[in-house]
């Protein structure tokens, strides 16, 4: 199972971003029965999870995001996005999809990172 994260960027502080996470390769019952979750990692500091979603479409979110991130997912095009509103530079970070599938238990998959620069 690949993921396939994009959509990282450069932006000025107050932007916004979107990221994607699509996962081509799989069956979509596999990818209905599956919960995600995106992460980030800024230089010199330990990764931590930003948003999650489970597989009943129930979000939640970091505390320093709240409010300005949003996480959904489209079963039909077997995606999972991060709206990213308001950004700071202290957004500033790789960011990650991560997913558990339902299938696949005990079992996380990783997408390759995108990078985010917020500028104040």
């Known amino acids: 199972v690949q993921l396939q994260a994009s959509g990282g960027g450069s932006v000025q502080a107050g932007g916004f971003l979107r990221l994607s996470c699509v996962v081509p390769?799989?069956?979509?019952?596999?990818?209905?029965?599956?919960?995600w979750a995106w992460y980030r990692q800024a230089p010199g500091k330990e990764r931590e999870l930003v948003a999650s979603?489970?597989?009943?479409?129930?979000?939640n979110y970091t505390d320093s995001v709240k409010g300005r991130f949003t996480v959904s997912r489209d079963n039909a095009k077997k995606m999972v996005y991060l709206q990213m509103n308001s950004l700071t530079p202290e957004d500033t970070a790789v960011y990650y999809c991560n997913a558990q599938f339902t299938a696949y238990p005990g079992i996380d998959y990783w997408g390759q990172g995108t990078q985010v620069t917020v500028s104040s």
């Open positions: 979603m489970d597989r009943g479409g129930i979000p």
């Open positions: 390769r799989i069956i979509l019952s596999t990818f209905r029965g599956s919960t």
